[in-house]
């Protein structure tokens, strides 16, 4: 397993804490904020996964993840995968935008733990 921290992007504070129990439960930290604009703007070299909700206040995951791509291009950091973790079902939206997979809200732990084994093997 990677030390890497999972980054989890969510406005509803329940759903927060219930995906942190989870990806606890797994094995692995995560660190939670609230916004698009705050996911855009951390350093994901700490990272190793993002979980992005897509309806947030301001720009949404789907803005917030095009923005992502952009800024990985510009500095030439490595492509970070992101998960849309989402009560929304627009998976192609999700996959435009450069998302990598999408998990329908409320993820079960096996969905969670399914993400983790693709992505951070
Ligand atoms: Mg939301």
Not at 43 to 67: K, N, Q, R, V, Y
């Amino acid at each position: 397993m990677t030390s890497k921290v999972i980054l989890v992007v969510e406005d509803d504070p329940i759903v927060r804490l219930t995906t942190q129990k989870q990806l606890s439960a797994l094995g692995y930290n995560c660190v939670t904020i609230a916004t698009g604009e705050e996911a855009v703007a951390a350093d994901h070299s700490e990272f190793g996964l993002i979980f992005m909700d897509i309806g947030l206040p301001g720009i949404d995951g789907t803005h917030a993840t095009l923005l992502i791509r952009e800024r990985e291009l510009r500095e030439g950091r490595q492509r970070i995968p992101i998960v849309a973790l989402t009560a929304h079902s627009d998976r192609s939206r999700c996959a435009g935008a450069g998302m990598d997979d999408f998990l329908q809200k409320p993820a079960l732990l096996d969905d969670l733990r399914g993400m983790m084994t693709k992505y951070m093997s």
